[in-house]
């Protein structure tokens, strides 16, 4: 056999194995699918496969038509109950029954099963039992305080620097970087200090003016966009954006 | 009988079929026969006889989902699970009281019969799509996810199909008959 000939099989197996995946996985009534055709394809084709490959494929494509004839036995053998309905059918008596029949329909048909969720005596002795052992401790309460110049400083970030020249520098790279950035871009991914120092200077940013802020909610996107000027205005309403800076 | 005797039994049998101890209700065979002895069959005929004047059945479900009964082989009796369930329909009024709103009970139909109706299985987009056509959108979902913790669903890869509590409370025959006017 010669070599294009080998590639010529070779892509027709494949073309053949894909086309019964796919009519696997199409959802489609199984017992249209007409596989005596495909049948005597692959038959043809195994007949002219002489590599190995060629062998892979075959048992591929046998075992999808296997998996087909087993949907389309199955399919048989539920159309045949006595519980098989047309699902079209019972779409449109769905739709055209109010809620309420359809919730007494299923009352009808439904048998609850019935237990108890009570505590019985010897649940309530094991429990009195757990509780007596169990151990004493204490919790010391210590009141939280507010985030303080001193916290900040160890973090690495000094008050001072947030609005005088570390802000500035946030809003001149913010417009070096074409003046609109994802919020996750302009944090940066240095160390977890660094991205912190960060989100601080551009939540600063945002609440001076430098910047606004611009969401996307449906793509779940947040962007930063320089303004020329600090913007003197009054926001008209605030919010809080949860960002994690991990 | 051994010496605990008959009666001694069956409030054992009550016990075990009573109380939940898990999250599925009922017992499997083999923890029947544990605690009530190679005769455990004889034991729960006696059992229902004296709780169906109460108005409660016991079934007997096998692995596969269908119903047996007490008379079926050990090897499938072993593994079934045995649950008591209502002999009578609750009223609306009833399933209000228990928590479930009108809407969770239509839309559980909704699910049923169109599983039913193909044959044990569906998609999940399909039933979603079909559930839409009567319930907003973040309804059919709190339900979905409802009715596969609750059991009445199982999800099995991308699909959809009938839980052992369906298996167990619903006769799937008489839904199907009734969303016809039966």
Known sequence: MSETSEREVERELRDLVSELSSLIRSGEDILSIQLEPKMAKLKELIRRSLEFKHIELDMEAVYNFALLVYAQSKSLRDRSSVLYVDPFLIKLAILGSPTERLAEIFLRAWRPSAGRDVLSHEMMKKSYDYWNDLKTYSIELEESEPLRGETLESLGIRYDELISEGMMEMCEELRRRGGRLLYEELVGGGTLNERLRRAVLISFMLSYGYAHAEKEPLKKRFWVVAREQASKDQPKSTESLVTIVS | ?182
């Open chain 2, 1 to 182: 009988m051994e010496a605990s005797g008959l009666p001694a039994k069956i409030r054992r049998a009550a016990q075990l079929l009573f109380f939940k101890s898990h999250r599925i209700p009922g017992v499997k065979g083999w923890e029947l026969k544990r605690s009530l002895g190679t005769g455990y069959a004889r034991v729960l005929r006696a059992f229902r006889s004296q709780v169906e004047p109460l108005g409660i059945s016991l079934r007997v479900i096998g692995d596969d989902g269908t119903e047996l009964s007490l008379d079926s082989p050990e090897e499938m009796l072993s593994t079934a699970r045995f649950v008591l369930v209502l002999a009578d329909p609750l009223r609306v009024s009833d399933a209000k009281t228990s928590g479930w709103s009108v809407d969770e009970l239509a839309g559980l139909t909704i699910c049923l019969a169109s599983i039913g109706s193909r044959g044990g299985k569906t998609t999940r987009a399909e039933l979603e799509e079909l559930l839409r056509q009567k319930f907003p959108k973040w309804k059919v979902r709190n339900f979905l996810s409802k009715y596969v913790k609750w059991g009445y669903l199982e999800e099995s890869n991308d699909s959809l199909i009938l839980g052992w509590r369906t298996n167990a409370e619903v006769d799937l025959k008489s839904l199907l008959k009734y969303i016809f006017g039966g």
